[in-house]
Nanobody, 123 residues
Framework: QVQLVESGGGLVQAGGSLRLACAAS????????VGWFRQAPGKEREFVAH?????GNTYYRDSRFTIARDNAKNTVYLQMNSLEPEDTGVYYC???????????????????WGQGTQVTVSS
């Protein structure tokens, strides 16, 4: 079983950048496909980015986000640029040991979740 801890959230002005980290313990994170999701108050959790296990293919909500692994640190990062107030929310990382490509945007398909990190973008 893998445990996930997010960090790197905070308050940033519109147009700024943040890099979030998802650090894993208990298992090797490269053996898992990892997704980032976000949830704003009163809204459903929505897909942001995904990186496949093994092959490392990446998928995004839009081009302002970049997901990457650092296997030496057992960590997955989410680089977020040109942030907008609409990007405000709690950001979660999630992992799954096996997943169909068609399912990567569905939060119910992930087995393990972190506690989330708050991102607030001011206008």
């Amino acid at each position: 079983q893998v445990q996930l801890v997010e960090s790197g959230g905070g308050l940033v002005q519109a147009g700024g950048s943040l890099r979030l980290a998802c650090a894993a313990s208990g298992r090797t994170l490269r053996d898992y496909s990892v997704g980032w999701f976000r949830q704003a108050p009163g809204k459903e959790r929505e897909f942001v980015a995904h990186i496949r296990r093994n092959v490392g293919n990446t998928y995004y909500r839009d081009s302002r986000f970049t997901i990457a692994r650092d296997n030496a640190k057992n960590t997955v990062y989410l680089q977020m640029n040109s942030l907008e107030p609409e990007d405000t929310g709690v950001y979660y990382c999630a992992a799954a040991s096996g997943m169909l490509l068609s399912s990567i945007r569905n939060p119910n398909q992930y087995n393990y979740w972190g506690q989330g990190t708050q991102v607030t973008v001011s206008s």
